[in-house]
C-alpha cells in the first residue's frame, strides 16, 4: 500500500508539472496581448513595467538594453514623436497593433519561455489633429523571450520586426524601398539610439527574409537554419 | 498514512481547480469565437441563444436589457438593416468580424468572467447588390462579463465599443468626426431604442480615449483608473 | 483504506485525461499557426510534413489527396506559381496569411479533432518585382481534421474556402464575379489539378453561403443544418 501511494504522489506531481505548463502558456499569451493592448492606447509607462529589469528590446536593427533602454526607446522616443510627451491616448492619432497568432513554448524548468506572435497595424494621423496627416498599414513578426520572476512572467527579449509597410492609398505593391531607415548609431552618440546594432541589419520590404523559427518543424524534429 | 492520503485528496482536489479554470479559459474563448463565427454571417438568431436571460448588450451608447433587448438590437434592428429580415447570409452583403486577442479571467469561484476581445471588422455591400453601395473598416474592442449557468457558459455583459471607421477608399485619416450617432432616446419612446443609455456617452474617432480594463497591471498590480 | 486509494487513482485518471485534452487543443493551434508562419513565407516544403499520410487537402473545389495530392498543390502548382520553384520567400512577393480565431474541438478519445480558424490574407507582388504587379485583401474560413499519430497532431482535412477577394485599390464591394474559376478538371487530365471535385461547387464573394460549423450551438446544443 505504501508503493500505492507512492506512485499516486509521482503522478499528481507529475500531472502538477503538466498543468503549471499549460498555466504559463496562459499566463504568457495575457502578457504578450496586454502588451498589445497598452500599445495601442500608446501607454507607456504601463508597456516599460512588463519588462524584467535585465531585458532587451530589439527594433529597427537596434538593441535597447535592460529597462533604461526600454524607457530611451518607449518613453523618449515614442511617446515624444507619437503623443507629444502625453502617457496614453490623444486626438487623431492611432496605433492599433493586434497581437495575433501565439507559438508558445515554456522551457521544461518553466522559468523561461519563447513565442512567436504577429501584428497587422493600423496606424495614422487623422487630418484634424496637429501635426502630418498619415495613415499606413503595417505587418511584423515578434520572436519573443520570456522569464518567471517571482511566480510573474515579464518580456526578457522583446524582438519586434516589422516586415512591410504600405500607405493606406497606395498599398504593398508602391511601397519606396528603403522607406525607414534602421539604426545606425548607438546610444549615448545618438541620444535616442539603441545600445548595440543588430548584425546583420534586418531587411524591409520589398526585401523578404524568414524571421527565425524558436521551434523545431512540429512533425519531422527539423531545427530551423539547421 | 492516513495523513497521506488526505494529503493526496487535497493536492488533488487542488489540481482540479486549476484544471476548471483552464477548462473555462477555453470554453469562454470558445464561445466568443463562436459569437463572432455567428455575427460574421447575420446568424441573429443563433447569436441571441448565446446570452443568459439576465444580460445587457451595450451598443453606440446604449444598454439593451434581458434578452428581449437582445431580441431587439440584434433580430428587430440588424437583421431588419442588413439581411431584410433574413437569419443569415445574404447576396453582397459582407460583415466579417474577426474575434481577436483574448484576455480571459475567470473568478475564484469559477462561475463568472470577465475577458477583453478586439476585431478588425470588415463590411460592406457590393455593387451589385441591392442597396446603398459601402465598404469600409472598423476597429472596435469588447470587454465582456459571462456566467456559467447549469455549466454552460453564457454572456452576461456584451459590451462593444466600435473606436474607430475608416471607408475603404478613404481611409481613418479622414473619417469624418460624428459619422455615427450615439443612441439618445431609449426604448419604447424609439421602438428599436435601448433600454437606457450609456453616461457619459462614448466617443468615437478622431476621439479616443481607453476602453478601461478589467485586469489589473500584471506586473505592478497596479489596478485601471484607480 | 484500500477503497480511498482505489477512488484516488480513478479521479487521478479522469483529470489526466481533462489535462490530455487541453494540451491537445494547444498542439492543434500551435500546428495551425506554425502552418500559417509556414506559408507566409512560402515554405511548402515544410508545409507538406505537416500533412498524414493519408490527407486531403480541398482548396477552389477541388479535394487533394495523400502526400501525392498535397505535393501537388503546394510545390507543383503554388510553389511554381509564386516563388519560381523556390522554397522560401522570394523579392517583392508577399503573402502573409494569419491564422485567427480558433473553436478547437477533440474527441473523447484524444486521437482526432476538428477545428475552425479565419484568415484575413495581405498578397500581392511589388512593382519592382518581377511579374505582374497585384496587391488584393482576402478573408477565408477553415474547417480542419486533425489526426495524431505516434503522438504527433497532423493535418488530416485542411478545408480552406477563400470567401472573399478585394482589389487593394478597388475593395470588395467591387469584385467582379466569378474572379476566380473553381477547379474543373482532376488529375491527371490537369496535371496540377485535384483528384476529386468537390461537389456542390463553393461559391464565391459576392455570393455568400456559411461553411458548416463542426461544433453543435454551445448553449442550445442545436447542429448546424438539421
Known amino acids: 500500500m505504501e508503493n500505492q501511494i507512492r506512485a499516486l504522489e509521482q503522478k499528481i ?23 498589445g493592448y497598452y500599445i495601442d492606447k500608446c501607454l507607456y509607462e504601463e508597456t516599460v513595467e512588463l519588462f524584467s529589469e535585465n531585458c532587451e528590446v530589439r527594433f529597427m536593427g537596434g538593441i535597447f538594453k535592460g529597462k533604461a533602454g526600454a524607457r530611451r526607446l518607449y518613453i523618449e522616443r515614442f511617446q515624444k514623436n507619437f503623443t507629444n510627451g502625453v502617457n496614453g491616448a490623444v486626438y487623431g492619432f492611432l496605433l ?3 497581437q495575433l497568432q501565439d507559438v508558445v513554448d515554456v522551457a521544461p524548468d518553466g522559468r523561461t519561455a519563447k513565442a512567436r506572435f504577429r501584428s497587422l497595424m493600423q ?9 502630418e496627416t498619415r495613415q499606413w498599414w503595417e505587418g511584423g513578426i515578434y520572436e519573443n523571450e520570456y522569464v518567471k520572476e517571482d511566480g510573474i512572467w515579464k518580456f526578457k527579449v522583446l524582438n519586434y520586426r516589422p516586415l512591410w509597410h504600405a500607405d493606406f492609398a497606395k498599398g504593398w505593391a508602391h511601397t519606396p524601398p528603403n522607406l525607414y531607415q534602421m539604426f545606425s548609431e548607438t546610444y549615448p552618440e545618438n541620444p535616442l539610439g539603441p545600445d548595440e546594432l543588430i548584425k546583420p541589419t534586418p531587411v524591409l ?12 518543424h512540429p512533425v519531422t524534429g527539423e531545427i530551423w537554419g539547421k
Open 96 to 98: 492599433d497593433h493586434p
Open 205 to 216: 520590404w520589398p526585401e523578404t527574409d524568414v524571421v527565425p523559427f524558436h521551434y523545431p
Open 123 to 131: 496606424a495614422g494621423r487623422h487630418e484634424l489633429a496637429e501635426g
Open 13 to 35: 506531481e507529475q500531472l502538477s508539472k503538466h498543468i503549471g505548463i499549460l498555466e504559463d502558456i496562459h499566463a504568457i499569451r495575457r502578457l504578450q496581448h496586454i502588451y
